[in-house]
């Protein structure tokens, strides 16, 4: 370029900022600085400060973006920026009359560009922040939401539309979207009865470059504090309408970032996401500690199956489920529908009812797609996907029903498949799994690689290979040493610790104290700590010796580990069982982490404690996740299912003592 052109596309930058400078200035002037105005529930004139200077920042913007026109192109970027920062921020559309007024104002007097100004200003009201939530929500091709009876919901019940839709995406079973929406309705009216806290796009600012609105991550920022208390008051409203904690966090997180505009194109940017305690976010989704650990199973089979290859697999069966499950286990009502009859045989159809069967065993959702279950959908009936030896749904439905609710089962039979397919490491990833799954909807799945490479970069290196269940790769039960090759950490070999409750317990703190023990909430902290300082135990707080114990074994063995619960009665948590469960009588531990990756009951670090822990442990204590494994090798613990996003450890009634019951005889 000449120099001459970019002497003058820098004046004009200049004039461009210049002008947003003075337009910010005159409306802080006029509107932040007005005296006599009453506060409510904070420095009203400070948030309008706050609010206008966003508007001069995107008159700023603007005027820079612009300034390659000269001044009339600074001056029109600097309208655009202003009037779009202006309608998509809370503060400022309560004063956005003033607004309008001020802003033209200044622009006749220094420009006479009042329908410049004008048309912006419009267009920006007219629809830029419903246009963005509708693109978001046609972005993310979910076959439940059905954005024109959304929005026919929501008018009736006075919500968002796009929170109605998130209701639809999240398909809870018990009733209707409409009652549901009706019971969110009726809540929110209790806890926000001034109806301050409904706008989801509060806290939200628009930025020249971003095509979708931003709320502050900082906490001390007054827009991220008002943004809090619109989740606070929709979560709230959620759970009273009977949704659980996990479920109303899904549907109020997918119902933002659709207000916010967001959509697979500008969402993920490339990174891995933030790990939220045992949750992780990423492109405005919040995934369950119940997910994750089912991307980790995928993951860590990947690694076993295909080493060398693993990441290219790991993509494809990532891709997979969340398309076909959302990364949940899916058992089967066994209901036959119409297009049951239509097109599966009669012979077939008869066993349909033995598919209620799967509702017994740990699930998190529920569906009616032909006879499929699992985290890939795979048919129970008619196939052989679930098929081992001798047992198949003929001979053996409720085996394979079990096997197919395997995750780690599920996923690598899918893996199986998938390595029979030639050069399916060089093919695109979508189209391996459409060859796999024979999807009515082939174009999903490439959809998701951007979502299956943020799990990888997230999850990826320090999720270990696991342990193959039996029936895959003709190889049976794996032969898993008590401590494996590669475990890391720690030396302990998982023989009895001895010594008083005190004494025990002191250990475990002074592990925590280097950082060794994690805890999941403080109650287990000061459970074991009040052993520690030689304090009187309430009867409701007790943990027995076998408890402290095994704690202890796990400091040896590992370098780091988190604690998930110990004694419920001492908190009044009814979780679980509730005043049946072992937690209830503090003879039971949840682990949550051996050195450092989450444990699932079959990966290799829970094997190693499990092994160790069974040479010692009373013969009727337990332990969980008897589902999650697929295979046996405890001798002396009896085994059941539980949750696979931790280890259930428990002591037997008749002991409080670890080593002092012998194991029971093979055979």
Same mark, same amino acid.
């Given at each position: 370029?000449?120099?001459?052109?970019?002497?003058?596309?820098?004046?004009?930058?200049?004039?461009?900022?210049?002008? =947003?400078?003075?337009?910010?200035?005159?409306?802080?002037?006029?509107?932040?600085?007005?005296?006599?105005?009453?506060?409510?529930? !904070?420095?009203?004139?400070?948030?309008?400060?706050?609010?206008?200077?966003?508007?001069?920042?995107?008159?700023?913007?603007?005027?820079?973006?612009?300034?390659?026109?000269?001044?009339?192109?600074?001056?029109?970027?600097?309208?655009?920026?202003?009037?779009?920062?202006?309608?998509?921020?809370?503060?400022?559309?309560?004063?956005?009359?003033?607004?309008?007024?001020?802003?033209?104002?200044?622009?006749?007097?220094?420009?006479?560009?009042?329908?410049?100004?004008?048309?912006?200003?419009?267009?920006?009201?007219?629809?830029?922040?419903?246009?963005?939530?509708?693109?978001? %929500?046609?972005?993310?091709?979910?076959?439940?939401?059905?954005?024109?009876?959304?929005?026919?919901?929501?008018?009736?019940?006075?919500?968002?539309?796009?929170?109605?839709?998130?209701?639809?995406?999240?398909?809870?079973?018990?009733?209707?979207?409409?009652?549901?929406?009706?019971?969110?309705?009726?809540?929110?009216?209790?806890?926000?009865?001034?109806?301050?806290?409904?706008?989801?796009?509060?806290?939200?600012?628009?930025?020249?470059?971003?095509?979708?609105?931003?709320?502050?991550?900082?906490?001390?920022?007054?827009?991220?504090? =008002?943004?809090?208390?619109?989740?606070?008051?929709?979560?709230?409203?959620?759970?009273?309408?009977?949704?659980?904690?996990?479920? =109303?966090?899904?549907?109020?997180?997918?119902?933002?970032? *659709?207000?916010?505009?967001?959509?697979?194109?500008?969402?993920?940017?490339?990174?891995?996401?933030?790990?939220?305690?045992?949750?992780?976010?990423?492109?405005?989704?919040?995934?369950?500690?119940?997910?994750?650990?089912?991307?980790?199973?995928?993951?860590?089979?990947?690694? #076993?199956?295909?080493?060398?290859?693993?990441?290219?697999?790991?993509?494809?069966?990532?891709?997979?489920?969340?398309?076909?499950?959302?990364?949940?286990?899916?058992?089967?009502?066994?209901?036959?529908?119409?297009?049951?009859?239509?097109?599966?045989?009669?012979?077939?159809?008869?066993?349909?009812?033995?598919?209620?069967?799967?509702?017994?065993?740990?699930?998190?959702?529920?569906?009616?797609?032909?006879?499929?279950?699992?985290?890939?959908?795979?048919?129970?009936?008619?196939?052989?996907?679930?098929?081992?030896?001798?047992?198949?749904?003929?001979?053996?439905?409720? !085996?394979?029903?079990?096997?197919?609710?395997?995750?780690?089962? &599920?996923?690598?039979?899918?893996?199986?498949?998938?390595?029979?397919?030639?050069?399916?490491?060089?093919?695109?990833?979508?189209?391996?799994?459409?060859?796999?799954? %024979? &999807?009515?909807?082939?174009?999903?799945?490439?959809?998701?690689?951007?979502? =299956?490479?943020?799990?990888?970069?997230?999850?990826?290196?320090?999720?270990?290979?696991?342990?193959?269940?039996?029936?895959?790769?003709?190889?049976?039960?794996?032969?898993?040493?008590?401590?494996?090759?590669?475990?890391? !950490?720690?030396?302990?070999?998982?023989?009895?610790?001895?010594? #008083?409750?005190?004494?025990?317990?002191?250990?475990?703190?002074?592990?925590?104290?280097?950082?060794?023990?994690?805890? *999941?909430?403080?109650?287990?902290?000061?459970?074991?700590?009040?052993?520690?300082?030689?304090?009187?135990?309430?009867?409701?707080?007790?943990?027995?010796?076998?408890?402290?114990?095994?704690?202890?074994?796990?400091?040896?063995?590992?370098?780091?580990?988190?604690?998930?619960?110990?004694?419920?009665?001492?908190?009044?948590?009814?979780?679980?069982?509730?005043?049946?469960?072992?937690?209830?009588?503090?003879?039971?531990?949840?682990?949550?982490?051996?050195?450092?990756?989450?444990?699932?009951?079959?990966?290799?670090?829970?094997?190693?404690?499990?092994?160790?822990?069974?040479?010692?442990?009373?013969?009727? &204590?337990? %332990?969980?996740?008897?589902?999650?494994?697929?295979?046996?090798?405890?001798?002396?613990?009896?085994?059941?299912?539980?949750?696979?996003?931790?280890?259930?450890?428990?002591?037997?009634? &008749?002991?409080?003592?670890?080593?002092?019951?012998?194991?029971?005889?093979?055979?």
């Amino acid at each position: 370029m000449p120099a001459g052109g970019a002497k003058a596309t820098g004046t004009a930058s200049k004039l461009g900022a210049g002008l =947003a400078k003075n337009v910010g200035g005159a409306a802080i002037s006029k509107i932040g600085g007005a005296k006599g105005a009453k506060s409510s529930g !904070g420095d009203a004139g400070s948030e309008g400060k706050q609010a206008l200077k966003d508007v001069a920042a995107g008159a700023a913007q603007g005027a820079l973006h612009g300034a390659a026109g000269g001044v009339a192109g600074a001056a029109a970027g600097a309208a655009k920026g202003a009037a779009v920062s202006a309608v998509r921020n809370r503060t400022t559309r309560r004063v956005i009359v003033g607004l309008v007024l001020v802003i033209v104002a200044v622009m006749v007097g220094v420009l006479t560009l009042p329908m410049m100004l004008g048309g912006a200003l419009v267009s920006a009201l007219g629809g830029s922040q419903e246009q963005g939530t509708t693109r978001s %929500v046609e972005q993310s091709e979910d076959e439940n939401v059905r954005p024109g009876e959304a929005r026919q919901i929501g008018d009736e019940h006075q919500l968002p539309w796009y929170l109605v839709a998130s209701i639809q995406a999240q398909k809870k079973e018990g009733k209707p979207t409409d009652e549901w929406s009706a019971a969110v309705a009726r809540e929110l009216d209790k806890v926000d009865k001034e109806r301050r806290h409904r706008d989801l796009r509060t806290g939200g600012l628009a930025y020249s470059d971003k095509s979708y609105l931003v709320i502050p991550s900082a906490d001390t920022d007054p827009r991220h504090q =008002a943004a809090e208390q619109v989740r606070e008051v929709h979560l709230q409203a959620l759970q009273g309408a009977g949704f659980t904690e996990g479920e =109303a966090g899904q549907i109020y997180n997918r119902a933002l970032s *659709w207000a916010l505009g967001e959509d697979q194109c500008t969402s993920g940017g490339g990174d891995s996401g933030q790990i939220v305690g045992d949750e992780w976010v990423y492109g405005g989704e919040t995934y369950t500690k119940e997910q994750v650990a089912i991307m980790r199973t995928i993951i860590g089979i990947a690694k #076993t199956m295909q080493p060398g290859k693993e990441e290219e697999a790991a993509i494809i069966g990532l891709i997979t489920a969340r398309v076909e499950s959302r990364f949940q286990n899916y058992a089967n009502d066994g209901v036959v529908t119409d297009l049951d009859r239509s097109n599966t045989p009669a012979s077939q159809l008869e066993h349909y009812s033995e598919l209620e069967y799967s509702l017994t065993l740990p699930h998190d959702a529920v569906g009616t797609d032909h006879s499929s279950v699992g985290i890939v959908q795979q048919q129970v009936i008619g196939g052989s996907w679930g098929t081992v030896g001798d047992s198949d749904w003929k001979t053996d439905i409720e !085996g394979v029903i079990k096997r197919l609710m395997n995750p780690a089962f &599920s996923i690598a039979r899918f893996y199986e498949a998938m390595g029979k397919i030639s050069g399916w490491d060089t093919k695109p990833p979508g189209d391996v799994a459409q060859d796999v799954q %024979v &999807s009515a909807f082939p174009d999903k799945y490439e959809k998701q690689i951007e979502l =299956a490479k943020a799990i990888w970069q997230q999850f990826g290196a320090d999720t270990p290979a696991l342990a193959l269940p039996d029936g895959i790769g003709g190889i049976g039960s794996p032969e898993i040493s008590d401590k494996p090759a590669g475990c890391r !950490g720690g030396t302990g070999d998982g023989t009895v610790p001895t010594g #008083t409750d005190q004494e025990l317990a002191q250990e475990i703190m002074a592990a925590a104290a280097a950082g060794k023990v994690l805890w *999941w909430e403080p109650a287990a902290r000061d459970q074991i700590g009040a052993y520690a300082n030689g304090e009187k135990i309430s009867p409701a707080c007790t943990l027995d010796t076998g408890v402290l114990q095994a704690l202890v074994m796990a400091t040896r063995m590992y370098d780091v580990f988190s604690i998930n619960s110990l004694n419920r009665r001492c908190v009044d948590d009814h979780a679980g069982t509730g005043t049946a469960s072992y937690h209830w009588k503090g003879k039971a531990i949840d682990f949550g982490h051996f050195n450092g990756i989450q444990v699932t009951g079959a990966d290799p670090e829970s094997i190693r404690f499990i092994l160790a822990f069974d040479k010692v442990a009373p013969r009727d &204590s337990g %332990v969980g996740q008897l589902d999650c494994r697929g295979w046996q090798k405890i001798t002396t613990m009896r085994e059941f299912k539980d949750a696979c996003h931790h280890l259930h450890i428990e002591i037997g009634l &008749s002991s409080t003592t670890l080593g002092d019951t012998p194991a029971k005889p093979e055979g």
